[in-house]
């Protein structure tokens, strides 16, 4: 198809006239996302029972290959930890796939991009593995993370190409996500581990993301309405104001700081989602694809509240003596920061959607607008019309 055989782009589809629903990548991000949430909620039992020395090496278990050693016969501490990690690894498996399977819906021009690039990064790894001493896998890692962003900022912004760009974002994302939790053990950060709790939940909403956007509704042409509630500003405020929560939670875990913090945000957060969930329902016949986000973040917000006053409950007495952690109290607290992870990925959906569904405050544009004459610049919606 030529530029002149380019389907004009209307407002039913921001990012131009409908594409073709592929179940596939969806899929694949669906999995990806799966898998995902068991390995924050087990990284979540890690901080929970302090175990995240358990296993002092890294990318090692005890100086043996990961993969290969038995975990499920060692003591509680290393079995927990060991299964984060392993965890870790199909989470990064599936970004892979989700990755190249991305690229391969872009066609053959986004294919020898990707080939290049993985070519590049084994010229760059086996450079840096013969000059440094980070040895093959580190310097693999460090390689694929520098050509993966390269990569991804290639295609959003040389190519405008989206998919591919998101693809290549997630595994970029994931090996970032994987050297933060590598490089806590091997450093002995508790700083670097509260990092990398704060960034896990950031990886799971991008991963929630794509499921939304490779998903049947998106791909469909959905005419824009009104948005005089200003809802395609508050939807992503609200996802904002959940992430600030999250990274109050995460200080509060891993260093004891900010009780009243992360208290007084809990209240803001309940009181948010309540507004915005509300003006949500009470217009879904206006905008019925946002009601179910809406209620879901009704109900994860109630139980988080539940959740947050019950891990409170389990901590007590705080006289400052060190003590074992029960099982129970594993469970209530690992929960509670597993639930705020599906509390961010409701909010994000949210924010997708109003983004998609609701048009200038000033009244819905009509389906097929008559494009005018450009003063300036044609901007990238017009190109169709101006060539």
């Known amino acids: 198809m030529t530029d002149t055989d380019a389907p004009p782009r209307t407002e039913a589809s921001p990012a131009g006239s409908p594409s073709r629903y592929r179940p596939g990548p969806h899929r694949v991000a669906l999995l990806a996302s799966a898998v995902t949430w068991p390995l924050l909620f087990v990284g979540g039992l890690v901080t929970t029972y302090r175990v995240g020395m358990a296993v002092p090496d890294w990318p090692t278990t005890f100086g043996i290959n990961m993969f290969v050693y038995k975990f499920w016969t060692a003591p509680w501490g290393v079995y927990v930890e060991h299964s984060h990690r392993l965890l870790g690894t199909l989470s990064g498996l599936g970004c892979i796939a989700l990755a190249f399977w991305f690229t391969a819906t872009a066609g053959w021009r986004a294919w020898r991009s990707a080939i290049g690039a993985v070519l590049a990064a084994v010229a760059l790894g086996a450079v840096l593995?013969?000059?440094?001493?980070?040895g093959p896998f580190l310097?693999?890692?460090?390689a694929l993370g520098v050509v993966g962003s390269l990569l991804s900022l290639w295609f959003a912004v040389g190519q405008r190409q989206g998919m591919p760009?998101?693809?290549w974002l997630a595994l970029t994302a994931v090996i970032i996500q994987g050297a933060l939790g590598g490089y806590r053990v091997r450093l002995n950060s508790v700083d670097l581990a509260a990092i990398h709790g704060c960034?896990?939940?950031a990886f799971f909403?991008?991963?929630v993301a794509l499921c939304v956007i490779t998903g049947r509704g998106w791909s469909s042409a959905v005419p824009r309405v009104s948005d005089r509630l200003g809802l395609r500003w508050w939807a992503p405020a609200l996802a904002i104001l959940v992430y600030g929560q999250i990274v109050a939670g995460a200080l509060l875990r891993h260093r004891s700081l900010g009780l009243v913090i992360h208290s007084s945000l809990a209240v803001i957060v309940l009181g948010a989602v309540a507004?915005?969930?509300g003006l949500v329902l009470a217009g879904r016949r206006a905008w019925p694809a946002l009601a179910p986000s809406a209620r879901a973040m009704l109900a994860l917000v109630i139980v988080q509240v539940a959740l947050g006053i019950a891990s409170w409950w389990v901590l007590r007495p705080f006289d400052g003596i060190p003590r074992a952690v029960s099982r129970g109290q594993a469970v209530v607290r690992t929960a509670h920061q597993a639930n705020g992870a599906l509390l961010l990925a409701a909010s994000t959906v949210l924010a997708l959607r109003a983004a998609r569904h609701f048009g200038s405050s000033r009244g819905a544009p009509a389906p097929f607008p008559t494009p005018s004459l450009p003063t300036g610049p044609a901007p990238l919606d017009l190109e169709a019309a101006t060539r």
């Open 129 to 134: 593995a013969a000059s440094t001493g980070l």
């Open 139 to 142: 310097s693999g890692i460090v």
């Open 165 to 167: 760009a998101l693809g």
């Open 199 to 201: 960034t896990g939940q």
């Open 205 to 207: 909403a991008l991963l």
């Open 275 to 277: 507004v915005v969930s």
